[in-house]
């Protein structure tokens, strides 16, 4: 049995300085094989309320200097580095992913409190002369920064930690508490997250509540943030029907939203095939597909259509699948049996409108429980529902096109704008993509799955609004002030 290798975890909430449980609890689930591996309270309205108060009073009562809210930071760090394999196995008893992945993704997220630690240090104004204008040559104004207050964080299962990280990092950094508020399915990760930021919290003396943590159903905990006037902030990952609906219903809220995505990667005959091969198939499969910038549409040029599905199929079929404690595993579960199902009956469907399997196309049963191998489809056309939807599994769609003009076009053919990928060797056709391409990143010479966490990340059209990436998030959760000396009078 996978969880030999995982402990139980029964968790509580952080709210205002004490771990806090609820009337009702929820169970977490070990995707592979279904096993219980902890439980999570299921707050109701009135303790996020009372966690958002703490929070708003906290806001109010800190004076953690620049340089103390870095040390805080970097005392993150520093735990959740030295508890990584710990936490690693967490993520991968909740989440399903490889133990490979799992370990890489807490690598990340110290890396991103690292990185938010240094931005503290960096909320920098500007000197802005007034002599530009006829009148003011004895005027002298400045910019600053200041934060907003409350910061809410809601995540997704699919980066329990890393995505966390990513919000509360940046939130901290410029001098605003959080209440944060994990998916119900993978919360432990980011308790374990809270666990540590609330020691280091005490360790620089900030107040109780300036970091709270609450689980729970999404519409309890999101009604409740919505409601409530000392939310200042709301960054949100997740479902693009989601965003939509904080999007209608916050107000003048500050909100950062990094939805879904449909994203294309464009290969031409001038790269390496088999190279780019395993990059698609990596960028296609990685999480079991769980990604939000995953390949989902390969647009290949027509003559090396049949080479270069060759060439998936080959990439595909070195990929392990299995359990995710055991080492070597590249795919594992999906998260759900919502998930799981959502993916078989894209697949099914796409087939039965006459794509070809060249390799894959199997799932569940002896391979394991809400598992679907990497599976490389042709003669996919683009309103096949494998290409036209998200289909966060790992398939691997191919849709061959006849020119560049033809391959833009299709990229640009949903309603989705988070990232595209281009292979090519043509500067000229390189540049136009970037150009072109209606997405919020381009990158060349590698997939749309490409990210950083110091970079601005962020879509257009249904994919979202603001900027992830340490930099681009403290803007967000900071706010200018500017600042004006003029003359005096004297008695």
């Given at each position: 049995m996978s969880l030999r290798k995982a402990s139980r975890l029964d968790e509580n909430d952080l709210v205002d300085g004490e771990w806090i449980d609820a009337d009702d609890r929820t169970d977490v689930i070990h995707p592979y094989d279904g096993a219980v591996v902890g439980s999570v309270p299921m707050v109701d309205?009135?303790?996020?309320?009372?966690?958002?108060?703490?929070?708003?009073?906290?806001a109010a009562a800190s004076t953690l200097s620049a340089h103390e809210r870095y040390e805080l930071l970097m005392a993150t760090a520093r735990r959740l580095e030295d508890d990584a394999e710990d936490v690693a196995r967490i993520m991968t008893s909740e989440q399903g992913k490889p133990l490979s992945e799992s370990r890489g993704e807490v690598d990340r997220a110290v890396q991103v409190l690292r990185l938010s630690a240094e931005e503290a240090k960096r909320l920098f104004g500007e000197y802005v002369p007034m002599d530009a204008q006829k009148g003011f040559d004895r005027s002298h104004c400045f910019t600053q920064r200041e934060p907003l207050g409350v910061v809410a964080a809601i995540t997704p299962f699919n980066f329990p930690l890393n995505l966390m990280a990513h919000k509360v990092g940046p939130a901290l950094a410029a001098g605003n508490a959080v209440v944060g508020k994990p998916a119900t399915n993978t919360p432990l990760s980011s308790i374990a997250l809270f666990e540590r930021l609330d020691a280091a919290a005490a360790e620089v003396g900030a107040p109780d509540g300036l970091v709270n943590l609450v689980t729970g159903s999404g519409s309890t905990v999101g009604d409740a943030i919505l409601a409530h006037e000392a939310v200042e902030a709301i960054s949100f990952t997740g479902s693009t029907a989601v965003g939509k609906y904080l999007a209608e219903n916050s107000g003048i809220t500050e909100l950062t939203l990094e939805l879904g995505g449909n994203d294309p990667t464009i290969v031409w005959e001038d790269t390496d095939l088999e190279r780019a091969a395993e990059r698609v198939v990596g960028g296609?499969?990685?999480?079991?597909?769980?990604?939000?910038?995953?390949?989902?549409r390969v647009l290949v040029h027509e003559p090396i259509a049949e080479a270069f599905t060759a060439a998936l199929s080959e990439a595909a079929a070195s990929l392990s699948v299995g359990d995710p404690f055991e080492d070597g595993t590249d795919v594992a579960a999906m998260v759900d049996d919502e998930q799981f199902e959502t993916v078989v009956d894209l697949f099914e469907a796409t087939v039965e409108a006459g794509a070809t399997v060249e390799y894959g196309g199997s799932y569940g049963g002896d391979l394991g429980?809400?598992?679907?191998e990497p599976t490389v489809l042709s003669d996919v056309t683009p309103e096949m529902p494998a290409a036209a939807a998200e289909t966060f599994g790992?398939?691997?769609?191919?849709?061959?096109?006849?020119?560049?003009d033809e391959a833009i076009a299709e990229a640009n053919n949903t309603e989705y704008g988070l990232e595209a990928g281009l292979f090519t060797q043509d500067i000229d056709r390189a540049k136009r993509a970037a150009d072109e391409?209606?997405?919020?990143?381009?990158?060349?010479?590698?997939?749309?799955?490409?990210?950083t966490d110091h970079m601005p990340y962020g879509g257009f059209k249904d994919?979202?609004?603001?900027?992830?990436?340490?930099?681009?998030a403290v803007e967000h959760f900071s706010r200018e002030k500017l600042v004006g000396f003029h003359q005096?009078?004297?008695a």
């Open positions: 309205a009135a303790q996020v309320e009372a966690a958002i108060d703490a929070a708003d009073r906290a296609a499969c990685a999480n079991a597909g769980q990604v939000c910038n995953s390949v989902e429980e809400r598992v679907f790992p398939l691997v769609p191919v849709i061959t096109v006849s020119d560049f391409i209606d997405a919020g990143g381009v990158n060349v010479n590698t997939v749309s799955g490409f990210r994919s979202g609004v603001g900027k992830e990436g340490i930099k681009y005096g009078f004297t």
